[in-house]
């Protein structure tokens, strides 16, 4: 299923042409196409198991697609464009001797010649102390999850692909963290987010992708709020 | 040095500064296998000149592979290993940063066992003590640099730790070798210790080359 791109070829973020990714025998993906266009957020909904997690590290370089084609920003790897992506996984892929700050520090060193946020300022934004003298080890679940984000947001990429971010997350975070991301779109990025809350993502959907069994099941303008 | 690698290195040194996993576990380990060995063997008069060279190197190996099966263990209980992936920075820097923190952790065991496996086994140098200090260093950067490459090529395995002694220790067998002789013969002073030195040096030259060019494949692979 290919989506409608509603503006012409040269302002789609990322495309997924026929893409298929096998695990041995078992399909995560199958066939999928899909276009991604800036500025706008993308929530994708489906049971577990229906290929969310694994559309996403494809966009990312993370994966190599079996089958098809993906286009991030022009490359046709989107390896080669890694540095302008922002990936967040269930894990924190932070860690847990290092304190939240460091952790970004430690991140923000590898994006030579990339104009990074403060780590400082990134954990301010996520609703984080900096000063805060504690190992994220010692963090709660929530609290990593928006260490993980601060650490995204920091090189301030221009697509930024999340996976659950508000598992862990009490209702009050999670609104802060939806309200962060609308406002990180409104600067012409695009967001693609996976989720089983949809409600919390409602605001900010422009558009609602639901796949099912590895294959895009609809394709929905949301209605966004924010 | 670049930034990149300087960032991964102090990194890993905080961790372990924090943590001490891999200096504890491999101070005990090497401690065990010096003391397990001066039992078995009579550590008196000139036969323990003959195999101190072998149970200093075999105790550095067993050592350094009981840290080299946690080197990326980081990396991998978190996912960090994608967040690295992800950052322009070239993964061979990642590399070369696990190479030098880990030989640091390695050396400084050795360093802190050298007075015990003097007293153990009753040693006197007879050769050139000096030449130990560059045997030593070369042969733990042989283990340590081949050591990083194969655990991160079997990180992904189930059974990682069986895999990297699988891989390791056959083709860590020449510089194994070399060190071993080296060692004996500045120990006994009865050959010269220069062509297993030699050897040792273009092994770890090939080595590191050839890991530190084929590191970005395995890095970034599924």
């Not at chain 1, 947001?153 to 598992?167: K, Q, R, V, Y």
């Not at chain 2, 990326?72 to 996912?79: G, K, P, S, V, Y």
Request: hydrophobic content about 50%; overall charge negative; some cysteine.
């Amino acid at each position: 299923m290919i989506a409608p791109a509603r503006e012409a070829a040269s302002s789609v973020c990322a495309r997924l042409d026929n893409v298929s990714k096998l695990f041995g025998s078992f399909a995560a993906l199958r066939q999928v196409s899909v276009e991604f266009e800036p500025g706008c957020c993308y929530v994708l909904l489906g049971e577990n198991g229906a290929g969310k997690s694994t559309l996403l590290r494809i966009l990312a370089g993370l994966l190599r697609p079996s089958f098809g084609k993906v286009t991030v920003f022009g490359e046709d790897e989107p390896h080669e464009a890694r540095e302008r992506i922002g990936y967040m996984s269930h894990a924190p892929m932070l860690y847990d001797e290092l304190t939240a700050e460091e952790n970004l520090c430690y991140f923000a060193s590898l994006y030579p010649g990339r104009a990074c946020l403060a780590p400082a300022e990134a954990l301010r934004q996520v609703g984080l102390d900096p000063e805060l003298d504690r190992t994220l080890g010692q963090y709660s679940q929530g609290m990593r999850q928006r260490t993980s984000l601060a650490r995204v947001l920091l090189s301030a990429p221009e697509l930024l692909l999340l996976d659950e971010p508000f598992s862990n997350m009490d209702v009050e975070s999670a609104r802060q963290m939806v309200e962060l991301l609308a406002h990180f779109r409104h600067g012409s990025r695009t967001i693609v987010l996976t989720t089983h809350q949809r409600e919390l993502a409602a605001p900010i959907a422009d558009y609602v992708l639901t796949l099912h069994a590895g294959r895009v099941a609809s394709l929905e303008p949301g209605r966004p709020t924010q | 040095m670049t930034r990149a690698l300087w960032t991964h290195l102090a990194k890993d040194l905080r961790i372990e500064w924090r943590s001490l996993d891999a200096l504890v576990s491999m101070l005990f380990f090497s401690g065990l296998v010096v003391v397990l060995f001066s039992i078995a063997f009579d550590p008196r008069g000139a036969f323990s000149q003959q195999i101190a060279g072998g149970v200093l190197c075999v105790a550095t190996m067993f050592a350094s592979v009981s840290a080299l099966n946690q080197a990326w263990a980081r990396e991998i209980r978190h996912q960090v290993m994608d967040a690295q992936r992800m950052v322009p920075a070239p993964g061979a820097e990642l590399y070369l940063a696990k190479v030098l923190a880990n030989f640091l952790f390695v050396t400084i065991v050795q360093i802190i066992l050298a007075p015990f496996f003097f007293i153990f086994y009753n040693l006197h140098i007879a050769g050139q003590a000096w030449l130990l200090a560059l045997v030593l260093p070369l042969g733990t950067w042989a283990l340590v640099a081949n050591g990083i490459f194969f655990a991160a090529l079997s990180i992904r395995s189930r059974n990682r730790e069986l895999l990297l002694s699988l891989i390791l220790f056959p083709i860590f067998i020449p510089a194994l070798l070399a060190m071993v002789q080296a060692t004996t013969a500045i120990l006994t002073g009865e050959s010269d210790p220069t062509l297993w030195i030699k050897l040792l040096l273009g092994y770890d030259i090939i080595f590191t080359t050839v890991s530190l060019l084929l590191f970005d494949v395995v890095f970034h692979a599924e």
